[in-house]
């Protein structure tokens, strides 16, 4: 079993930077892919960055690309996704997950998820 808590979420005015966290309980982290996804008012849940148990590859959604960083400590038991240059659009609740397979952008494939961080981006 794996617990995962979000933070960093809050309000910010487009252009801006925030940081997320999550932080990770129970059995060792190193052992999990992790992703980060979002879901906005009214929208599915979508992928936004995942990162492989070793931290060496890392993948993003278009969305994302050259403006969101998605990094781990395995030592600390952290997962942190640094969004920068952010837009009203990337607004929504921000959840951390745990996937024991394989780096996947499919929400469906992780086994565990947080409670989620809200992120809104004003313009």
């Known amino acids: 079993q794996v617990q995962l808590v979000e933070s960093g979420g809050g309000l910010v005015q487009a252009g801006g930077s925030l940081r997320l966290s999550c932080a990770a309980s129970?059995?060792?982290?190193?052992?999990?892919?992790m992703g980060w996804f979002r879901q906005a008012p009214g929208k599915d849940r979508e992928f936004v960055a995942g990162i492989t148990w070793s931290g060496g590859v890392t993948t993003y959604a278009e969305s994302v690309k050259g403006r969101f960083l998605i990094s781990r400590d395995n030592v600390k038991k952290m997962v942190y996704l640094q969004m920068n240059n952010l837009k009203p659009e990337d607004t929504g609740v921000y959840y951390c997950?745990?996937?024991?397979?394989?780096?996947?952008?499919?929400?469906?494939?992780?086994?565990?998820w947080g409670q989620g961080t809200q992120v809104t981006v004003s313009s």
């Open positions: 129970g059995r060792t982290l190193s052992s999990y892919v």
């Open positions: 997950a745990a996937n024991y397979l394989k780096l996947t952008q499919v929400a469906g494939a992780y086994d565990y």
